[in-house]
């Protein structure tokens, strides 16, 4: 039932995709900041459908914590799920990711479309320093900057290093960090076409004032509660289990 389920999800998304596109591409001439809200109906239609042909549901916690201005939100990176999620719990954001993903059809032209920091992760040096500039013109917009500062997907309960793009994009633009941690990977997981009922538990942690500090300490803070809550959930496992 597991595997029909999640196979109805994943073509009800790729139909969606495809109907949605033609939305985006009439955004095209919009601000930003507005393009970004109308690509977020998108986000939103996804986890409802997840809901419903998977029951697979997500709590947040924490939202007291967000700022009143952009920040740099710095979130754990364990499956799929967060890359759409993001855009329906939080405000309008931009993205930091690899610019491979803009060449997939449909899919890839309707996230050119929220005008995304798109980076090319073999230039390294170039690519922080495009995060950098680009990222200082999306906070100035109004948008968010959405960082998944470990790089790739890990697995449930596990924790990579950061890179430091986001916190150093934090520091050089005076806008506060924000931390998120959550047990996506267990339900949704990295490889494979399972979506398993159950919980995603996302915590916001408290925002990382980043004036007078240096991008390692603003780094380490984040990694630290990000690893303590990703801990906390894990410990709490057989709760959540899925089903």
Known sequence: ????????????????????????????????????????????????????????????????????????????????????????????????????????????????????????????????????????????????VVVFPEGTRTAPGEMGEFSPGGAMLAVKSGAPVVPVAHNAGTFWRRRGILKHAGVIDVRVGPVIETAGRKPRDVNNAAHAWIAQAVADMAANRDEQAPH
């Open 1 to 144: 039932m597991t595997l029909l389920r999640s196979i109805v999800f994943f073509i009800g998304m790729c139909v969606s995709i495809v109907l949605y596109w033609p939305i985006t591409m009439l955004a095209w001439p919009l601000l930003p900041l507005t393009r970004s809200r109308i690509l977020g109906g998108w986000a939103v239609f996804t986890l409802w459908w997840l809901k419903v042909t998977c029951n697979l549901r997500h709590r947040v916690s924490g939202l007291e914590n967000l700022p009143d201005r952009p920040a740099v939100l710095l979130c754990k990176h364990e499956s799929a799920w967060e890359t759409i999620s993001t855009q329906a719990i939080f405000p309008p954001q931009a993205w930091v990711l690899k610019r491979e993903l803009l060449w997939i059809p449909f899919f890839g032209w309707s996230l050119a479309a929220s005008n995304p920091i798109a980076i090319n992760r073999s230039a390294r040096v170039r690519a922080l320093d495009q995060l950098i500039r680009e990222g200082r013109d999306r906070l100035r917009e109004g948008r968010w």
